[in-house]
């Protein structure tokens, strides 16, 4: 999965160290998880203790930034956890399992450079718990290895939508068929993190029947009632587009493509 690069914000590390980003005045979750506000120059995090043992952080992105957020080890290179791709007004969770210890909390707006950092101080889990170390490193080793998974499956995902894609918007329906099930099959693959981002899985994969009024049925399933058409349907490459353009070509091909493109997945108003 390519991370999507906002424009780099430039810091010192002894500026980082200085900004500091922990504040008492942003409370914690009910649930006790730990709060942290991201912004494009700031990462708040309502607190920089916790007993050892499973930690949640429910990361919440303030700024216009595409932003991240770490848990480091004491040396400040060691990734314990971390979330990436927090797109603005998006919020995500890092769950991770951490022994007592010196870490630090790290933002990092745009995705580059050392981040935004404070320490922050794990202690002794609580009696009767114990937390190894071996165990924190197994569940990281996890954690990694189901990352690099769903980071490949999306790479595939985007490679054979863009050829389903060209041959749907086109009126190639053999084609289109023929790569309809094995495309989508990688969305099934990832869709359980797909499903953490937004409005992401209902725009790519709602069905109709599960459309509420007014909301567009775009993304894969209307993609499928073409293919497959009922009686009686008229299919979105069969509606003429500006320009008198035939389904399979005419003298305006691009227009063709175009239209069916943006009946496929049609951009927001505004």
């Not at 060209?166 to 309809?180: I, P, R």
């Not at 709602?206 to 049925?217: I, K, S, T, V, Y």
Request: glycine residues 8%; hydrophobic residues 35%; negative net charge.
């Amino acid at each position: 999965m390519k991370k999507l690069l906002a424009p780099a914000a430039l810091f010192s590390l002894g500026a980082l160290v200085l900004s500091g980003c922990t504040d008492n005045n942003v409370s914690a979750a009910s649930d006790g998880s730990i709060n942290v506000v991201a912004t494009d120059d700031s990462c708040t995090v309502s607190t920089d203790n916790a007993p050892g043992g499973t930690l949640k952080f429910n990361v919440k992105n303030d700024g216009s930034k595409i932003n991240e957020f770490y848990l480091l080890a004491d040396d400040g290179l060691r990734i314990v956890g971390e979330v990436e791709n927090v797109g603005p007004g998006v919020s995500r969770d890092l769950v991770v399992l951490a022994p007592e210890g010196a870490y630090f909390a790290a933002c990092k707006p745009g995705m580059v450079g050392d981040g935004i950092r404070s320490a922050f101080t794990v202690t002794a889990a609580a009696d009767g718990q114990q937390v190894s170390a071996d165990r924190a490193t197994l569940q990281k080793t996890a954690t990694d290895q189901y990352t690099a998974y769903v980071k490949d499956q999306a790479e595939q995902l985007l490679r054979g939508t863009k050829d389903f894609a060209e041959a749907f918007a086109t009126g190639d329906e053999k084609t289109a068929k023929q790569l309809y099930a094995s495309t989508r099959m990688h969305w099934e693959r990832i869709e359980p993190v797909a499903e953490s981002f937004g409005d992401l899985d209902p725009i790519l994969d709602a069905r109709e029947a599960d459309l509420a009024e007014g909301d567009q049925f775009t993304g894969w399933h209307r993609a499928e009632k073409d293919l497959w058409a009922p009686e009686n349907y008229t299919k979105m490459t069969e509606k003429r587009p500006p320009g008198n353009c035939r389904r399979h070509g005419g003298k305006h091909p691009k227009a063709l493509r175009s239209h069916a493109q943006a009946q496929l997945h049609p951009r927001p108003a505004g």
